[in-house]
T-cell receptor, first 112, second 119 residues
Framework: DAKTTQPTSMDCAEGRAANLPCNHSTISGNEYVYWYRQIHSQGPQYIIH???NNETNEMASLIITEDRKSSTLILPHATLRDTAVYYCIVRVASGGSYIPTFGRGTSLIVHP | GAVVSQHPSWVICKSGTSVKIECRSLDFQATTMFWYRQFPKQSLMLMATSNEGSKATYEQGVEKDKFLINHASLTLSTLTVTSAHPEDSSFYIC???????????????FGPGTRLTVT
């Protein structure tokens, strides 16, 4: 799996958009970008994933650059409950013998 | 759908005793389950990959005789920490991967974690 680089921490005001970047310059053509988050003392939660097109769901939007070397997770209206560690992972979408590994992620703090 | 449970959610045990943690996929079948360990302020570290009906594959540095994994059915995997010591105190998280063609797009679902404290 391609290595990812994320800022260690970020903060955001409640109600504003939180934009979390991720660099994955060695991503392969068949690797997807996945985002998970982990609220303190809980298991990771899936947020969104994409291959090359921008994606949106009820939780967030994912913007992937045209060269696919980086992406941004957008929480459009951050709330205090969005305070968590956000992990960006790149891996093949299905099957195979991939090993799901996590980097350090970005600790997002949403403040009032 | 795609819920993974863990039991217990927290446990306190004395040094030298063994502790069993269960991971269940509640509404899907999983041929593969993963066990992670997470120390405070650190990321998840993969310990082992558990495949139904076969021996688990352990990551480098993880003692297979200390962390016994059994994946006896398509919905249950157990992690037993044998002869636990205070340094084994950690947050243990499992995840499950559905059968191929199971229809779930995300392919890895996480349990809520088990907090183990060894005194």
């Amino acid at each position: 799996d391609a290595k990812t680089t994320q800022p260690t921490s970020m903060d955001c005001a409640e109600g504003r958009a939180a934009n979390l970047p991720c660099n994955h310059s060695t991503i392969s053509g068949n690797e997807y970008v996945y985002w998970y988050r982990q609220i303190h003392s809980q298991g990771p939660q899936y947020i969104i994933h994409g291959l090359k097109n921008n994606e949106t769901n009820e939780m967030a939007s994912l913007i992937i650059t045209e060269d696919r070397k980086s992406s941004t997770l957008i929480l459009p209206h951050a709330t205090l409950r969005d305070t968590a560690v956000y992990y960006c992972i790149v891996r093949v979408a299905s099957g195979g013998s991939y090993i799901p590994t996590f980097g350090r992620g970005t600790s997002l703090i949403v403040h009032p | 759908g795609a819920v993974v449970s863990q039991h217990p959610s927290w446990v306190i045990c004395k040094s030298g005793t063994s502790v069993k943690i269960e991971c269940r996929s509640l509404d899907f079948q999983a041929t593969t389950m993963f066990w992670y360990r997470q120390f405070p302020k650190q990321s998840l570290m993969l310990m082992a990959t558990s495949n139904e009906g076969s021996k688990a594959t352990y990551e480098q540095g993880v003692e297979k005789d200390k962390f016994l994994i059994n994946h006896a059915s398509l919905t249950l995997s157990t992690l037993t920490v044998t002869s636990a010591h205070p340094e084994d105190s950690s947050f243990y998280i499992c995840s499950a991967r559905p059968l191929e063609g199971g229809g779930y797009y995300y392919e890895q679902y996480f349990g809520p974690g088990t907090r183990l404290t060894v005194t």
